[in-house]
């Protein structure tokens, strides 16, 4: 039993050990422009997205490996020959302007994350249907968050801003928020993603930054397994058969172009990997679209 918790113990160490310093005792503070490799276009973001997806957030890093959370959006845009400035109150001053419920996919969305000040401390790109990809401080890595399920969020946007050139595709709809009256510090949110783009990203991303108060840790769970999204309720077939499978399961409802949608999940899971030990479960015998998702 010993030996057990001994190489348990050393395989945790050993995983930490190869993860990048958060906050290093000496940032580089020198700021290293992207090479151009991409396009400017919402494809090219997607390809990024999934390929930094899990990358470790580092204080004062703008990539390509290790980033926070300005730093993960200046590489975005940088490396599509878009340039913005480096940090998030800087960013949240330029591009155009947009209301939340305008928000697609690209745009950027700025937060104040500190109860004592309006200040512009974390920023994020929008992906669709309220989820949004952003440095977090919680796992210290890329992630996706949910702007429609977290209040935390929600009450915390400043300012939206789009930096890709304005195209017909169809916005989505945002949850009816009051929105926080907008000082000069403030940012217009990003496009809202498609269908396609949607299917492309199904696992949920988190990005770390140096603020410890920009995600909130729960000892309920943040973590889900997500069977789909509905027009009105889901169902009745498919809740029963998560029923029948013994699991517990929460319906997220939420307003879009007119219509109720009703996102079905399964949990909620204090990590990951105990999502993870039933998603093959659910694929096989609930819904072979389910993914993991993250909403706090």
Known sequence: MYSRI????????TINACKPNPHPRHPNYSVRK?????????????KMVKKLQGSPYVWAEEGPNNFDCSGFTYYLYGSMGIEIPRRSQEQARVGTKIAIKDLQYGDLIFFATNRRSSKITHVGMYLGDGWFTHASTVDYEVIYSNLFSSAYYKKRVKVCRRYLPTTKTKTSMVNSWSVVKEDSNKITMPKAISTEQITTLQKAIVIKTQMQNIEQTSSKGTFYVQVGSFTGKPKRAIINSIKRHGYHYKIIKFPKNGTTISKLLIGSYTKREDALNILDNVRTNIQKGAFIAEIR
């Open 6 to 13: 001994f190489l348990l113990v050393l395989f945790v160490f």
């Open 34 to 46: 992207p090479k151009v490799i991409h396009p400017p276009s919402k494809k090219s973001l997607a």
